[in-house]
């Protein structure tokens, strides 16, 4: 599904360059559920912006399916991140003005999906997550546990490909933290593609595979007994 051959990522300004990824080789077959860790700075975080396309490598090959992403334009990639990729981040990102119902119908709006077909997918998704009673509440009236599961049913709503979790319990207590990871090792047993950056070992233990970096590269990479 995901093949990285070569990957680099260089940070230029006038007086200094900066390497963040140091030729990355790594393959993510469909269905995997990986977890990326690393000390701050070891490009964790660069490697899943790339992988979203947030990013573009400076050099090497970036292969999604039959694709290479690093030759599209960025009209492209952003109809690739739209139909294929969804996305769950650490701070939430709803949008505070839209109900939980409207954040989570929003990217299927941009698709041009019927409304019909678009209200029953937001019912699903949010019954999948377990937030259905929260639909016309606006996300500061959510506690943080219950914002972070209508973000996971905003990534999952158009069914993508692949699903990108940037630490996505960073901002949980303990107790929420694992309601999340019940939910995500659910949507991959269920099928999912999750690729994960998190801090936490044992949240880590529940994917399917752990790479660890350091310096910008992939040192670890091991397959957790599940």
């Given amino acids: 599904m995901i093949f990285l051959s070569g990957l680099n990522r260089l940070y230029r300004s006038d007086d200094v360059e900066t390497t963040a990824l140091r030729s ?23 490697l899943l912006n790339i992988l979203g396309t947030i990013d573009r490598p400076t050099s090497g090959q970036y292969r999604f399916g039959d694709t290479d992403l690093t030759t599209l334009p960025e009209a492209a990639l952003a109809i690739f991140r739209r139909n294929h990729l969804g ?5 939430f990102n709803l949008i505070d003005d839209l109900t939980i119902e409207e954040n989570i119908e929003l990217g299927l709006v941009y ?4 409304r019909q077909a678009r209200r029953e997918k937001v019912a699903a998704s949010m019954d999948r997550v377990g937030i259905a ?3 016309r509440h606006y996300p500061n009236q959510l506690s943080g546990g219950q914002q972070q ?7 999952i709503v158009g069914n993508p490909q692949l699903i990108l979790a940037d630490e996505p319990t960073g ?9 999340v990871m019940d939910i995500l090792a659910g949507l991959n047993a269920e099928g ?28 670890i990479s091991v397959r957790n007994a599940i």
């Fill in 87 to 91: 996305y769950v981040f650490q701070s």
């Fill in 24 to 46: 990355i080789d790594l393959q993510i077959d469909a269905g995997e559920f990986v977890a990326i860790m690393g000390p701050s700075g070891c490009g964790k975080s660069t």
């Fill in 111 to 114: 698709r041009k999906i019927p």
């Fill in 171 to 179: 901002n949980l207590d303990t107790e929420n933290g694992a309601q």
């Fill in 149 to 155: 599961r209508a973000a996971i049913a905003r990534a």
């Fill in 133 to 135: 009673h929260r639909a």
């Fill in 192 to 219: 999912a593609t999750i690729v994960m950056v998190t801090h936490s070992p044992s949240h880590a233990d529940i994917a399917r595979r752990r790479i660890d970096m350091l310096d910008g590269r992939v040192v």
